[in-house]
């Protein structure tokens, strides 16, 4: 295998640059992508090799799609029938308004890698356009910063990458300030442990697993339902109201 294109050292310091920046602004996704980039060098390759010790890895690598072309293309979302994960899928992009271009759009303000051709810069693109789909099979919320946060640690147990840790810690030691710091602290520790319980979610064929049903994939690659942050948005939410009302 060539060397890795990226830089894999870690720069700490453009990482707390950037983590400053993102619990004063949890909207500013751009922070997230540079934390990556400081921190998750090698984390690409890594994963990338790993793919190929899997059954499909090698079919997946050699085929190498661009996910962000197929998420991107409503035609082809329009096919999976309701109760699936393509329909799953679908109807978080409408709710959300999110969308995997968008997404593209602000990592590429970091780094443009669009026409690199490296099999480790395909896999770190691959990694980024799973995001979203990692959403609808956990149940944690784009919407909601502490969905985020419990992506984030099921991420860091999935992928190993430091920047998602760098990330998960930050944030939960912000929320020990906040009411109900005990609940949220349940939650990502639920993300991190389902994520590391589960399938390694890498390795999905897309195609196959947008056809199947959401709630059989689910029990296909152990991912319960999350019990803890669902408790969580509960308190938080009535904490919300409480304190609106006292205003």
Not at 49 to 59: A, I, M, Q
Request: glycine share 8%.
């Amino acid at each position: 295998m060539p060397p890795t294109p990226a830089n894999d050292r870690k720069n700490w310091g453009e990482a707390f640059r950037a983590m400053r920046k993102l619990l004063s602004d949890p909207k500013d996704t751009v922070q997230v992508f540079r934390v990556m980039k400081a921190l998750n060098g090698g984390t690409s390759q890594r994963n990338y090799r790993r793919l190929l010790g899997t059954p499909e890895g090698g079919r997946i690598a050699y085929k190498r799609e661009e996910l962000v072309t197929k998420l991107t293309d409503r035609e082809w979302l329009s096919q999976f029938a309701p109760g699936t994960v393509g329909a799953a899928y679908r109807a978080f992009l409408e709710r959300t308004g999110f969308s995997a271009d968008g997404l593209e759009a602000v990592s590429m303000e970091v780094e443009d890698d669009r026409e690199e051709q490296h099999p480790y810069a395909w896999m770190g693109r691959r990694e980024r356009d799973l995001h979203d789909i990692w959403h609808t099979l956990t149940g944690y919320r784009a919407d909601d910063p502490l969905g985020e946060l419990c992506l984030v640690a099921f991420s860091y147990a999935q992928s190993k990458g430091l920047g998602w840790a760098f990330i998960a810690l930050s944030g939960s030691l912000k929320s020990l300030r906040e009411p109900h710091s005990g609940a949220v602290l349940r939650a990502v520790w639920e993300g991190y442990r389902h994520g590391r319980d589960a399938q390694w979610l890498h390795k999905e064929d897309v195609n196959a697993l947008f056809a199947e049903p959401l709630e059989d994939a689910r029990k296909r690659l152990n991912i319960p339902r999350p019990v803890a942050y669902e408790r969580a948005q509960e308190l938080v939410a009535t904490a919300d109201t409480w304190l609106a009302l006292q205003s």
